[in-house]
């Protein structure tokens, strides 16, 4: 999905298909704003035909074509530039809609959702459409090269995680990764638990992480922790790990965005399909200077096609 029109989202997207190398994992489709694509092209110089679909059709494996599923949500004459807008918040929340359905009917084997405006939905009273990390029911899974980060909580305070912790949460937060990343083609998956205190020795760990941790072992998965959360990210990045679970929200964004934050890229663990994003916003200050940087798109983009097709982060070459 291309994004909020007004922002760098089509631009970025343009960018990363014409690289080539989605099409190298993928064979991919936009939803969205057709305009909105054809002025990106103009912005970036990219050389590509846009072909609009009105309803879902075979896409083209051709790099020099951009198939965009266009069925009329935002009026190419009202097409917002670097603003907030009713119409382009109401349209943002049927895309989404759209690729919901389509990923749920099978037609796309996983979706990208480009960076979208929150104001725009607020405006349109459409906020709700945007799949928020709720802890029991959906997670943030940020990577970065061979740093890859699942957050228990996400925006909340420290308070609040602390009594949010149970080792119910943490045994059923580590059931949900574990099957996802299988569904990935990551075999055998080696992930560790953060602990949430200094060198993971406080009483969240020893009331609620370890006897999780320890409940989830039991059931096969291949887990670890509570671990000192000061050295168990570089411990991920050295090969030791698969994956870190995270406690809460800085927890593992400082690590993911101090390692590498050019390129990095989320997956949104919940629906019943793939379903990624970058890790940035709509950034209408640069909007049409052809400044945006399309590697977190590209890398996103990429990651989608290797995972879905079940090829493990092994697969991953952004």
Not at 14 to 40: F, K, Q
Not at 50 to 72: C, H, K
Not at 149 to 166: F, K, Q, Y
Not at 227 to 251: K, N, W
Request: charged share 20%.
């Amino acid at each position: 999905m291309v994004g909020e029109p007004a922002g760098i989202g089509p631009e970025v997207v343009v960018r990363a298909w014409a690289t080539g190398r989605v099409h190298e994992v993928s064979i991919p489709m936009l939803v969205g704003s057709a305009a909105s694509i054809e002025r990106a092209l103009e912005v970036t110089g990219v050389a590509a035909r846009v072909r609009v679909l009105r309803s879902f059709d075979a896409p083209s494996d051709d790099p020099a074509i951009i198939d965009v599923l266009d069925t009329g949500a935002l009026d190419a004459a009202d097409l917002p530039f670097a603003e907030d807008t009713l119409a382009s918040g109401l349209a943002t929340a049927q895309w989404l809609a759209e690729l919901d359905a389509l990923a749920r009917d099978g037609h796309f084997a996983g979706t990208v959702m480009g960076p979208i405006s929150t104001g725009s939905l607020k405006l349109a009273g459409k906020l709700d459409m945007v799949i928020s990390p709720t802890p029991g029911e959906s997670y943030l899974l940020l990577l970065t090269g061979p740093l890859r980060v699942a957050h228990l909580t996400d925006h909340m305070s420290i308070r609040t995680v602390c009594d949010l912790i149970t080792p119910d949460l943490i045994d059923g937060a580590l059931q949900q990764i574990d099957a996802a990343m299988r569904s990935w083609g990551v075999n055998d998956p080696r992930i560790v638990v953060a602990g949430l205190n200094p060198h993971a020795t406080g009483e969240e760990e020893v009331r609620a992480i370890a006897p999780g941790v320890a409940r989830a072992r039991q059931r096969g998965i291949n887990v670890e922790g509570p671990s000192a959360p000061d050295t168990v990210f570089r411990q991920c990045i050295e090969g030791r790990y698969d994956l870190v679970l995270a406690m809460f929200h800085d927890q593992g964004h400082i690590a993911v965005k101090t390692w590498g934050f050019s390129g990095n890229c989320v997956i949104m663990m919940g629906p019943p399909y793939l379903h990624m994003s970058v890790a940035h916003g709509t950034a209408y200050d640069i909007v049409g200077t052809g400044k945006a940087d399309p590697a977190m798109m590209l890398s996103a983009m990429r990651t989608c096609g290797v995972l879905a097709a079940g090829k493990g982060f092994s697969g991953i070459d952004n």
